[in-house]
């Protein structure tokens, strides 16, 4: 039985994220699970700036993906990403309902694709 | 106090995580059509079940399709995952005293399979520490493992008889994202400035090195930078509550 290339990458790519998952998270059992002593304080301050930040950080990912292929200083001005993200924004702070908020506005975006 | 029945916590554990079936099916029928349609895999449906089975995250899940496609280097892999995990381990920390006396396979599971969802429901447990309580704790993951994997193996079997043009239906993982920063911007006025820091500094980033090779460097520029910052930001990052900031479906 042979694996294609993308099939080795992703039996790779799920050890290293399962592997990664897995010790992360028992850290906090394998140092402080005897020991009474808490954790320094800096690990929760990281965990809690690091949660809003990686995200933030998504989303200029996915931005930039997208202006790579289609430079947002030509026509169409990287209308569809723009107004697709600005209603999965709007929805979610109306409804507050994540699955309608990302089917509505990916729709708009393969919509829009057709359009411009 | 009487223990319960098995049976019964089964049920309570059950219709508890109700809510979360319908949210788990259905983000993970997005991530599963997405790895379908956008990934040259052969089989999608069982790497669909692996995948999503050994890591158990929305954002990671979305991740992979894109980072199959591109063969992205495993550190990146590596650091992201660290960046999108650490949260559990603060989880982690609030379960440590509960789970004192847990055998080890049921404290690894606990800790492998945690969810926002999972955790809330939880903290909101119906029986007092002790055979129960974890009986509960360990069924309430089981049930939602087993919602996620089921979502996006059903959405790979779906995305691969998709008979229509999927051309842009990579935004899902867009939008995704844009819909987490928003909760977590409104349930936390905090996570205003570490937002906008990072969305600085990844910004240049991209403007600086492109898209395909921000990430690495943008995580190795922030957590310093974090940790520099932090006699000026800690006093505002008061401890919350894990999960209760949350409420939404997602994993």
């Known amino acids: 039985m042979t694996f294609t290339p993308s099939e080795n990458y992703v039996l790779v790519l799920t050890a290293t994220a399962g592997a990664v998952t897995i010790l992360l998270r028992s850290v906090p059992f394998l140092l402080f699970g005897h020991a009474r002593r808490p954790p320094p304080a800096f690990i929760p301050y990281l965990g809690r700036v690091l949660a809003p930040a990686s995200i933030a950080m998504l989303v200029v990912y996915c931005f930039a993906t997208y202006f790579a292929e289609r430079p947002p200083l030509a026509y169409p001005y990287a209308a569809p990403e723009l107004l697709a993200g600005t209603l999965a924004v709007l929805l979610q702070f109306w409804r507050r309902n994540p699955l309608l908020s990302i089917i509505a506005s990916t729709a708009l975006y393969m919509l829009l694709l057709h359009v411009f | ?251």
């Not at chain 2, 809510?19 to 379908?36: N, Q």
């Not at chain 2, 429901?121 to 029986?127: D, Q, R, S, V």
């Not at chain 2, 996620?148 to 867009?174: E, K, Q, S, Y």
């Not at chain 2, 570490?194 to 943008?218: C, D, K, N």
């Open chain 2, 1 to 251: 106090m009487p223990t319960p029945e098995k049976p019964s916590i089964a049920r309570a554990a059950f219709v508890a995580s109700l809510p979360v079936l319908m949210g788990y099916l259905s983000m993970g029928f997005a991530a599963g059509v997405l790895l379908a349609v956008k990934t040259d895999l052969p089989a999608t449906p069982f790497w669909a079940t692996l995948t999503s089975g050994v890591c158990i995250s929305g954002a990671l899940q979305f991740l992979f399709v894109d980072w199959i496609q591109k063969l992205v280097p495993l550190a990146t892999v590596a650091l992201l995952t660290l960046a999108l995990n650490l949260r559990y381990a603060m989880y982690g920390l609030a379960l440590l005293g509960p789970l004192r006396r847990a055998p080890f396979w049921a404290k690894a599971y606990l800790v492998w399979g945690l969810t926002d969802e999972t955790y809330a429901l939880e903290t909101a447990a119906p029986y007092p520490p002790g055979p129960a309580h974890l009986r509960y704790c360990l069924l309430l993951t089981l049930f939602d493992h087993l919602y996620w994997i089921g979502g996006v193996t059903l959405g790979a079997l779906a995305g691969a008889a998709l008979p229509f043009d999927t051309r842009g239906i990579d935004f899902a993982m867009t939008a995704l994202f844009l819909v987490i920063l928003t909760d977590q911007l409104r349930s936390d006025p905090f996570a205003r400035i570490p937002a906008v820091i990072a969305l600085v500094v990844s910004g240049l980033a991209a403007l600086g090195l492109g898209a395909s090779r921000m990430l690495v460097p943008t995580i190795a520029v922030l957590i310093p930078l974090f940790l520099l910052l932090r006699p000026l930001l800690a006093p505002a990052a008061r401890p919350q509550a894990p999960g209760k900031s949350t409420p939404e479906v997602r994993p």
